[in-house]
T-cell receptor, first 111, second 114 residues
């Protein structure tokens, strides 16, 4: 079952902050976050593991609430380059069955 | 390093034709997978492999076959193309089946079945 992402779309001005949420009805082992620009491949941003370990980079942070099976991606002081579609991918079994992706959140950053 | 290479980038097929989408990675990744992406649907897993000689079905495997004879290559075969298989196909790989690492995606194959 696909995780549910919210919001579906958001429009911001450069410098504003954004939060994208991902919620699953099943117990999760990890949550991945990817960004995809139009016509390009998804690019890995961050992974959050059960137990609190987090691996990511740059000016993006995320949280993982294991009790609620929810994750949030935080984009601070957004830049024009942050525009794109953000997907969360959830994993229930340590990677054995691949990732189940949400439908995506479209983020548009305006000057 | 080239990363994950997919060929072709674009393909038009007639209903009933068969073809193979190629995927190769040069990162010595154990785990490889195929996804299809349709508007508003996100990415859906077709097949995956945890190592050479081992493959398994994902969420939407019908109409597709895979094999993994080497660590580097993971081709996806469409047996008899149908318009419902019109989509963008992405191959992805990871260092391990354990979800400790992110996936590296290829640039995609845009397939149209008429």
């Amino acid at each position: 079952q696909q995780p549910v992402q919210s919001p579906q779309a958001v429009i911001l001005r450069e410098g504003e902050d954004a939060v994208i949420n991902c919620s699953s009805s099943k117990a999760l082992y990890s949550v991945h976050w990817y960004r995809q620009k139009h016509g390009e491949a998804p690019v890995f941003l961050m992974i959050l593991l059960k137990g609190g370990e987090q691996k990511g980079h740059e000016k993006i942070s995320a949280s993982f609430n294991e009790k609620k099976q929810q994750s949030s991606l935080y984009l601070t002081a957004s830049q024009l380059s942050y525009s794109g579609t953000y997907f969360c991918g959830t994993d229930q079994g340590g990677g054995a069955d691949g990732l189940t992706f949400g439908k995506g959140t479209h983020l548009i950053i305006q000057p | 390093n080239a990363g994950v290479t997919q060929t072709p980038k674009f393909q038009v097929l007639k209903t009933g034709q068969s073809m193979t989408l190629q995927c190769a990675q040069d990162m010595n990744h154990e785990y490889m997978s195929w996804y299809r992406q349709d508007p508003g649907m996100g990415l859906r897993l077709i097949h995956y492999s945890v190592g050479a000689g081992i493959t398994d079905q994902g969420e939407v495997p019908n109409g597709y076959n895979v094999s993994r004879s080497t660590t580097e290559d993971f081709p996806l075969r469409l047996l008899s193309a149908a318009p419902s298989q019109t989509s963008v196909y992405f191959c992805a790989s990871s260092y391990s089946m354990q979800a400790y690492y992110g996936y590296t995606f290829g640039s995609g194959t845009r397939l149209t079945v008429v």
